[in-house]
Nanobody, 126 residues
Framework: QVQLVESGGGLVQAGGSLRLSCAASGRTFSSYVMGWFRQAPGKEREAVAAISRGSGNTYYADSVKGRFIISRDNAKNTVILQMNSLKPEDTAVYYC???????????????????WGQGTQVTVSS
């Protein structure tokens, strides 16, 4: 098990940027595939981005490609989501998640993730 705590959410105008951080506890952080997900009111939770254990592979939802960047620092047990050119439709609660077994075919689904943070609110005003 790994405990995850997100931070960095807030209110920003459209076109602005936010940087979300996820701090993980435990000494096996590098064993986990890490993902960012979001959930807007009345909608299902959806994948935003994911990153492999050694940062060699990154994955993005089509809706955020070219605007969001996921990265991780295994020495600091941290995963970052840099969000640029934000749009009102990016408004949601953003969750960090960890998986020991997510493969490339399911990494952008909620299925393989069994460790979740509490979420951080991101609101983009028009």
């Amino acid at each position: 098990q790994v405990q995850l705590v997100e931070s960095g959410g807030g209110l920003v105008q459209a076109g602005g940027s936010l940087r979300l951080s996820c701090a993980a506890s435990g000494r096996t952080f590098s064993s986990y595939v890490m993902g960012w997900f979001r959930q807007a009111p009345g909608k299902e939770r959806e994948a935003v981005a994911a990153i492999s254990r050694g940062s060699g592979n990154t994955y993005y939802a089509d809706s955020v490609k070219g605007r969001f960047i996921i990265s991780r620092d295994n020495a600091k047990n941290t995963v970052i989501l840099q969000m640029n050119s934000l749009k009102p439709e990016d408004t949601a609660v953003y969750y960090c998640a960890a998986s020991l077994w997510a493969g490339s075919k399911v990494v952008l689904t909620t299925t393989p993730y069994d460790n979740w943070g509490q979420g951080t609110q991101v609101t983009v005003s028009s």
